[in-house]
């Protein structure tokens, strides 16, 4: 039997928090170092092998549906594999779902956005109702009744796994369904109807074409009402303890995402309770929305870490003609590259998970713009990053036994959730010719720090703010990409070292990208930039 050699160990038993950098700096910068221990635990927790073989099951044997006993009784029952059971409790419990609006206090967004970021490196599929619950807790809050009811199950930190009427559990979890067949993310196009029940309720009638994870306790669901499209709350179970009228007609075979159940499901009169102001859907679950497409930008920044995270550790390890695959150059160059763009997309989101730490003008303007620019550009930008990762491990990285196809799977999905690319350009340059303090909030923002590319480029980019292009649908893009490429050049100039913040700027603000990593120009201190994006490997807890 021949000797297995030339082969890196595996990336486990490593703590996610304490080996990177990166993520360490931007808690305590964005104002969540008091979270640090936590998270270190959680890091290490994370890296565990037996939490990382959890991530591999929960996708190996994908959820099925139920839809009938034996003796023919509806069930409308997803059943999980242990690991998504094994998981899901391990992210309750560091407070994922909730913890900053159960402790609102200074920096709890950004500690949770650190803890979503690890999570999104073990597995993602959990991430969706971790984020839906997050996201849905400012929409509840609209209907004073409803949130009295329902947060203080939806701060519970007890996962409770059973199908039961919410009341009897230790914790809730929420969704949401928003899409319908004809309609995509045209929400006004919605035809589900919301018939009022004499009581305040409301009964619903209709269809939703994408409704994940199906096994919440409740979700926020858009309906058309007498006075117009209108938010609802539907539980599973109604108050009577019955099962709500929610069948669920298949679940969807996805691409990707496979240990998460996404569902058809169709309404027969469903219990549903009015959320806000009836005629105002939109605006109501709107804040929602603005939550989750933050989680799009962490949980797409987490699978760049990971991604990147094992390119480095191979390249470190594996050998080929005679030189370890780091100490080659084009290589270093390709693994530079990659940590360039996973080091910005980090920095930005942090930095964007403070806005939402914070309830000033500037704040609030911040993440008006800046929420859907960054989902655009991170979640653009993860696919071609996970491929390229992929290929630095060669054959290794295509095989089910590694966790790169797993990545590579998953990339697309938050460029198409919470609102596709061009939904997401769309809104900034709305957003930008209604939020009129914008313009002196981008200026504090994008200090250029003395470096003249940046300072050039900033130039480039307010002309185009203020100009025609800002009201051009078809530059939208462009000009949304640049105004994210800015954002994330002043980051790295003000906190980053100086070897990143200059890679940064000659590669990304030159007008010379090109469609592929490994493209940085001479001169830089590539590996330096490759040695810090390598996952520390010291003992998980």
């Given at each position: 039997?021949?000797d297995v050699?030339?082969?890196?160990?595996?990336?486990?038993g490593?703590?996610?928090?304490?080996?990177d950098?990166v993520?360490?700096?931007?808690?305590a910068?964005e104002?969540?170092g008091?979270?640090?221990?936590?998270?270190?635990?959680?890091?290490?927790?994370?890296?565990?092998?037996?939490?990382?073989?959890?991530g591999?099951?929960?996708n190996k044997f994908?959820?099925?549906?139920?839809?009938?006993?034996r003796?023919?009784?509806?069930?409308?029952?997803?059943e999980?594999?242990?690991?998504?059971h094994e998981?899901l409790?391990?992210?309750l419990?560091?407070?994922?779902?909730?913890?900053p609006?159960?402790?609102?206090?200074?920096g709890?967004?950004?500690?949770?956005a650190?803890?979503?970021?690890m999570?999104?490196?073990?597995?993602?599929?959990?991430?969706c109702?971790i984020?839906?619950?997050?996201?849905?807790v400012p929409t509840?809050r609209?209907?004073p009744a409803?949130a009295?009811?329902?947060l203080?199950?939806?701060?519970g930190?007890?996962?409770d796994?059973r199908?039961?009427p919410?009341?009897?559990k230790?914790?809730?979890?929420?969704?949401?369904?928003?899409?319908?067949n004809?309609?995509g993310?045209d929400?006004r196009s919605n035809?589900?109807?919301?018939?009022?029940?004499?009581?305040?309720?409301f009964?619903?009638?209709?269809?939703?074409?994408?409704?994940?994870?199906?096994?919440?306790?409740?979700?926020?669901?858009?309906a058309?009402?007498?006075k117009g499209?209108?938010?609802?709350?539907m539980?599973?179970?109604?108050?009577d303890?019955?099962?709500?009228?929610?069948?669920?007609?298949?679940?969807k075979?996805k691409?990707?995402?496979?240990?998460?159940a996404?569902s058809?499901?169709e309404?027969?009169?469903a219990?549903a309770?009015l959320?806000g102001?009836e005629g105002?859907?939109?605006?109501t679950v709107?804040e929602m929305a603005n939550?989750?497409?933050?989680d799009?930008?962490i949980?797409s920044?987490?699978?760049?870490?990971q991604?990147?995270?094992?390119?480095?550790?191979?390249?470190?390890?594996?050998?080929?003609?005679q030189?370890?695959?780091?100490?080659q150059p084009?290589?270093?160059?390709v693994?530079?590259?990659?940590a360039l763009?996973?080091?910005?997309?980090?920095v930005?989101?942090m930095?964007l998970?403070?806005?939402?730490?914070?309830?000033d003008?500037?704040?609030?303007?911040?993440?008006?713009?800046v929420?859907p620019a960054a989902?655009f550009?991170?979640?653009?930008r993860?696919?071609?990053?996970?491929?390229e990762?992929?290929?630095?491990?060669?054959g290794?990285?295509y095989?089910?036994e590694?966790?790169m196809?797993?990545?590579?799977?998953e990339a697309?999905v938050n460029?198409i959730?919470?609102g596709?690319?061009n939904v997401?350009?769309l809104?900034?340059?709305r957003?930008?010719g209604?939020?009129?303090t914008?313009?002196?909030?981008?200026?504090?923002?994008l200090?250029?720090?003395?470096d003249?590319r940046l300072?050039a480029f900033?130039?480039?980019?307010?002309a185009?703010?203020?100009?025609a292009?800002?009201?051009d649908?078809?530059?939208a893009r462009a000009?949304?990409r640049?105004?994210?490429?800015?954002l994330?050049a002043?980051?790295l100039?003000?906190?980053a070292?100086a070897?990143v913040?200059?890679?940064?700027?000659?590669?990304?603000?030159?007008?010379?990208e090109?469609?592929a990593?490994?493209l940085?120009?001479?001169g830089?201190?590539m590996?330096?930039?490759?040695?810090?994006?390598?996952?520390?490997?010291?003992p998980a807890?």
């Open positions: 039997m021949f050699q030339n082969q890196p160990p595996p990336l486990e490593y703590n996610l928090f304490e080996g950098a993520l360490r700096a931007a808690v910068r104002g969540a008091w979270a640090e221990r936590d998270l270190g635990q959680l890091g290490a927790t994370f890296g565990k092998p037996t939490t990382l073989n959890a591999f099951a929960a994908p959820p099925q549906l139920n839809s009938f006993d003796f023919g009784h509806r069930l409308d029952e997803v999980f594999h242990p690991a998504w998981l409790t391990l992210a419990d560091a407070g994922l779902h909730s913890s609006w159960a402790d609102p206090k200074p709890a967004h950004v500690a949770r650190a803890g979503t970021y999570l999104a490196q073990v597995e993602s599929g959990v991430y109702p984020a839906m619950t997050y996201g849905s509840l609209q209907s409803i009295e009811a329902w203080p199950l939806i701060f930190r007890r996962y796994k199908f039961m919410a009341r009897e230790n914790a809730v979890l929420l969704g949401m369904g928003m899409t319908e004809q309609g993310s929400l035809e589900t109807r919301a018939e009022p029940a004499g009581d305040g309720t009964r619903l009638h209709g269809h939703k074409w994408f409704m994940s994870a199906p096994m919440c306790d409740a979700f926020l669901v858009l058309q009402a007498p499209l209108s938010c609802f709350l539980p599973r179970w109604t108050p303890g019955v099962r709500n009228a929610v069948h669920i007609n298949r679940l075979d691409l990707g995402n496979k240990s998460n996404s058809e499901v309404f027969f009169g219990y309770e959320i102001e105002r859907g939109i605006p709107i939550y989750t497409r933050l799009c930008c949980g920044s987490g699978l760049m870490r991604a990147v995270a094992q390119a480095v550790h191979h390249a470190r390890y594996r050998s080929a003609f030189k370890k695959l780091i100490d084009l290589m270093t160059n693994l530079a590259d990659m763009e996973c080091e910005a997309a980090t930005l989101t930095r998970a403070r806005a939402y730490d914070e309830s003008e500037a704040s609030l303007a911040l993440r008006r713009v929420t989902k550009w991170i979640c653009k993860t696919p071609s990053l996970t491929v990762a992929m290929e630095v491990l060669g290794s990285g095989i089910e590694s966790i196809p797993r990545l590579y799977r697309p460029s959730w919470e596709s690319g997401m350009c809104d900034v340059l957003a930008l209604r939020t009129p914008i313009g002196d909030v981008l200026k504090r923002e200090d250029d720090g003395g003249a300072k900033n130039a480039r980019l307010f185009r703010l203020t100009g292009e800002r009201n649908e078809a530059q000009l949304v640049a105004l994210v490429l800015a994330q002043a980051l100039v003000k906190h070292p070897a913040a200059d890679a940064f700027c000659a590669s990304r603000l030159s007008g010379e090109g469609g990593f490994g940085l120009p001479r830089l201190d590996r330096a930039i490759a040695e810090r994006a390598a996952p520390g490997l010291g807890a």
